[in-house]
């Protein structure tokens, strides 16, 4: 009873569909490699806004506590602490400004 004959023949892949996967696949590349991040690990920008967030912290901070200690040697509560904040903002923008002005690196 098998010994028919399908009544359709199989289609025959057309080499217009080959050409058009082809081409497909082409552009699949090409938008995987244009959407692949140009710079591994850290960006520029997030480092430089890092080091700026460190050293405001940090300036502020270290003027803080040499203030304290200033006021515990000497017992001049609270003028140490306050003269030390002010030494400690000031020296926190000079380093975010310095860091600001200089050139970027190259990554390469």
């Given at each position: 009873m098998r010994?028919?004959?399908?009544?359709?023949?199989?289609?025959?892949?057309d080499a217009r569909i080959d050409a058009l996967e082809a081409r497909l696949k082409a552009a699949r590349e090409r938008e995987e490699q244009r959407n692949r991040p140009k710079v591994q690990g850290a960006d520029a920008n997030y480092r430089s806004g890092n080091r700026v967030l460190a050293d405001?912290?940090?300036?502020?901070?270290?003027?803080c506590v040499i203030g304290w200690a200033f006021d515990a040697l000497f017992e001049s509560?609270?003028?140490?602490?306050?003269?030390?904040?002010?030494?400690?903002?000031?020296?926190?923008?000079?380093?975010?400004?310095?860091?600001?002005?200089?050139?970027?690196?190259?990554?390469?």
């Open positions: 010994d028919e004959k399908p009544a359709r023949e199989p289609i025959v892949e405001l912290i940090g300036g502020i901070l270290g003027g509560s609270p003028w140490g602490l306050l003269v030390g904040l002010f030494f400690g903002i000031v020296v926190a923008f000079r380093n975010i400004i310095r860091a600001t002005n200089k050139a970027p690196e190259d990554p390469q």
